[in-house]
């Protein structure tokens, strides 16, 4: 069963920085891919970056290229993302998700519930 808990979300100025973290547990990390989506009040939820843990391949939306890294460290089961040069539209609440979907994740979105998310706020 797939386990997912998402950290490190908060109150940021716009141009700041900000980390979130999602430890994963319950499934065997290498074999799945795993990201990031976010919602943002009043839209739909979309894939922001996603990740492959076994080959460390990667897929970023066009409005985070640039600005947002996803990385894994594959010994604690933890996928971050740095988020740089933050913008009020980044705002929203961002969900981790993992699914055997490789670079399609971001674009399907995962077969498993959503968690609770971590509130990403972005002041101008």
């Known amino acids: 069963e797939v386990h997912l808990v998402e950290s490190g979300g908060g109150l940021v100025q716009a141009g700041g920085s900000l980390r979130l973290s999602c430890v994963a547990s319950g499934f065997t990390f290498e074999d799945y891919a795993i990201g990031w989506f976010r919602q943002a009040p009043g839209k739909e939820r979309e894939g922001v970056s996603c990740i492959s843990p076994s080959d460390g391949s990667t897929f970023y939306v066009g409005s985070v290229k640039g600005r947002f890294t996803i990385s894994s460290d594959n010994a604690k089961n933890t996928v971050y993302l740095q988020m740089n040069s933050v913008k009020p539209e980044d705002t929203g609440v961002y969900y981790c998700?993992?699914?055997?979907?490789?670079?399609?994740?971001?674009?399907?979105?995962?077969?498993?519930?959503w968690g609770q998310g971590t509130q990403v706020t972005v002041s101008s």
């Open positions: 998700a993992a699914d055997r979907l490789g670079k399609r994740l971001c674009i399907l979105g995962p077969r498993h519930p």
